[in-house]
């Protein structure tokens, strides 16, 4: 069974902080995401990488940094986190190539900035 | 500046109903138009997609029905049942290259349907 897994579920940090999100596959897929949820908005892409240190920026990159070191791995950094980044923040990876335009998403990270 | 519009953003349906989602673009580069219904606490989860060249697929209860002309497509719910309460989100995929570059994603419906 395909599997997503972002290592935490819920997070609770202050303004300033700095904060990682991980996110590891098990499928072996090229392609990994990252994109955030809010009400109103639907989902966002924030960076992607399609290869080992790849990365490409999305629609809103600002204010996020990613680190993809391991083709499992998928990292999300805020380096300096604002109350404006408090939102559900969605993984997902899928092949490369696309051939059946599924993405396989994780259940999501909500972080909350103080 | 929004890719992919959506409506409605929420909408109730009697159970055994017909449910009807509708999705319009702009950009003519997208080559995929998947769907993804998502439930409280999970994450999206594929449910029914179609490629530009066929303009309906149907599986099982849930069509898309996809105007090329008119850059509209929309998602069909027979007999809707209270199981299928969830968020749906169209979308489109910008093809670059053989590789990708991510899915643009509606803003969602929140559908209820009730018993």
């Known amino acids: 069974d395909v599997k997503v897994t972002q290592s935490s579920r819920y997070l609770v940090k202050r303004t300033g902080e700095k904060v990682f999100l991980e996110c590891v596959q098990d499928m072996d897929h090229e392609n990994m995401f990252w994109y955030r949820q809010d009400p109103g908005l639907g989902l966002r892409l924030i960076y992607f990488s399609y290869d080992v240190k790849m990365k490409e920026k999305g629609d809103i990159p600002e204010g996020y940094s990613v680190s993809r070191e391991k083709k499992e791995r998928f990292s999300l950094i805020l380096e300096s986190a604002s109350t404006n980044q408090t939102s559900m923040y969605l993984c997902?990876?899928?092949?490369?190539?696309?051939?059946?335009?599924?993405?396989?998403f994780g259940e999501g990270s909500r972080l909350t900035v103080l | 500046q929004q890719q992919v519009k959506q409506s409605p953003q929420s909408l109730i349906v009697q159970k055994g109903g017909i449910s009807i989602i509708n999705c319009a673009y702009e950009n003519t580069a997208f080559d995929y138009f998947p769907w993804y219904q998502q439930f409280p606490g999970k994450g999206p989860a594929l449910l029914i997609a179609?490629?530009?060249?066929?303009s309906e697929k149907k599986e099982g209860r849930f069509t898309i029905s996809f105007n090329k002309s008119a850059k509209q497509f929309s998602l069909h719910i027979m007999d809707s049942q209270p199981g299928d309460s969830a968020t749906y989100f169209c979308a489109a995929r910008r093809s670059k290259g053989g590789g990708a570059d991510g899915l643009t994603f509606g803003k969602g419906t929140h559908l209820i349907i009730q018993p």
């Open positions: 179609i490629r530009p060249d066929v």
């Open positions: 997902a990876s899928s092949l490369r190539g696309w051939n059946t335009g599924e993405l396989f």
